[in-house]
């Protein structure tokens, strides 16, 4: 989504606004996304450029909405990722291979008037997204022996609990006894 920043280039406004909402899967020469997470569409951006007389820079708040499975039960989750990124804004021409070069991680470069940062937002959102997901913070996950999902009493290996092998010793015992 193109910001439009004419206003403040010609000096005519101190700070511009603006709201969009764009998919990050369609978003050209962004990052790439984990592939266990599926952002829902349209991811929702509002903030203002500012000019601050010799620079301008960028302050937006961005929300994601995401579905993803549980790390230990695979079921869906829904998730919901809120943050705020501030970035200088510069009017010079983008340098050859900037987006890999960490120095400009937090510029982002004015064509023709107007900022495009789909490109640097679908960035963020890959390093902010979970490193795991749990649909809930004790999900007891599948069970190793039938791989049925523990919680909804489906596994029927529920009643072999593991026996302590101390216990085992005993259990032995107690059978020679017979
Ligand atoms: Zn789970
Ligand atoms: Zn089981």
Redesign the pocket.
Known sequence: MKIDITPLMNKRAEKADFEFGFDPASSEGGAILPEDVTVVAPVKVSGTVYDMNNCMSLKANVTVNYKTL??????E?EGTLEFEIEKTVSVDEAPEGFEDDPTYDDVVFVNESSLDIDAALTEEIALRLPPYH???ED?P?LCPKCGKKR?EGGCTCKNEKEIDPRLKILQKLLDNFD
């Open positions: 549980c790390d230990r039960c695979l079921d989750i749990l649909c809930r999900c996950g919680i």
